[in-house]
Structures are given as structure tokens and as C-alpha cells.
């Protein structure tokens, strides 16, 4: 089972990016990927996640009407989609799989490698 976060980079506040959990090993229909983000110094934290056997997302108020999430089953893929970002937006960022839906770490496992999201002008 692996999984893998990428396409983060630096971007300037108002910028977008979109942001890829690539998966193995597991079908990705079956389970929860949920979004987390670790800024330097702080707790792990949800941003949200997906259940990819009903499609249904749940979003963190924090992001709630800036990023969107949707998956991809036939190419293993989860995405983070990432609009109006912010320099509180900056952090190493995360995916995770989990049988059901939360914002809380401990129940996501494994992890991927994370990428790093910096907004700075």
C-alpha cells in the first residue's frame, strides 16, 4: 500500500494549485483519503477528505469554499483542488487513506510522503 502527494511549489497569495495523492497496492474505491497539512512547529491537521466508493467530500471550515477535493478511481488519483491561497495555507501537505470519512489524523494510516505548499509574495 502506498501512497504519494505531489505537485506542490511556491505560489503567490490569490494563486492556485492542485495538488495529486497517487495510490497502490489498494483499490482506491474502497476507502477514505483525507488531506492533512503539517506547518512547521504544529500538529498535523485535516483540510478534508473523500469517500471514493459514494464520491461524497467533507472540508474543514478553514477551506471550506477555496479547495475542493475529488478523486479519480480508475487512475488511483485523489486531488486537492486549491484556490485563493493564503500565506496561512503554507505547510507540507498530506494524504492519507481511512474507512471512513474525519478530520482527525490518528485515523488515517498509511500516510504518503508529503509536498510542500509555500504562498509568499
Known amino acids: 500500500v502506498q501512497l504519494q502527494a505531489s505537485g506542490g511549489g511556491l505560489v503567490q497569495p490569490g494563486e492556485s494549485l492542485r495538488l495529486s495523492c497517487t495510490t497502490s497496492?489498494?483499490?482506491?474505491?474502497?476507502?477514505?483519503i483525507g488531506w492533512f497539512r503539517q506547518a512547521p512547529g504544529k500538529e498535523r491537521k485535516g483540510i478534508g477528505c473523500?469517500?471514493?466508493?459514494?464520491?461524497?467530500?467533507s472540508l474543514s471550515d478553514t477551506v471550506k469554499g477555496r479547495f475542493t477535493i475529488s478523486g479519480d478511481n480508475a487512475q488511483n488519483t485523489v486531488y486537492l483542488q486549491m484556490n485563493s491561497l493564503r500565506s496561512e495555507d503554507t505547510a507540507v501537505y498530506y494524504c492519507?487513506?481511512?474507512?471512513?470519512?474525519?478530520?482527525?489524523?490518528?485515523?488515517?494510516?498509511?500516510w504518503g510522503q508529503g509536498t510542500l505548499v509555500t504562498v509568499s509574495s
Open positions: 497496492g489498494f483499490t482506491l474505491g474502497y476507502y477514505v
Open positions: 492519507g487513506r481511512a474507512n471512513f470519512c474525519s478530520h482527525y489524523a490518528p485515523d488515517f494510516g498509511p
Open positions: 473523500i469517500n471514493n466508493r459514494s464520491g461524497k467530500t
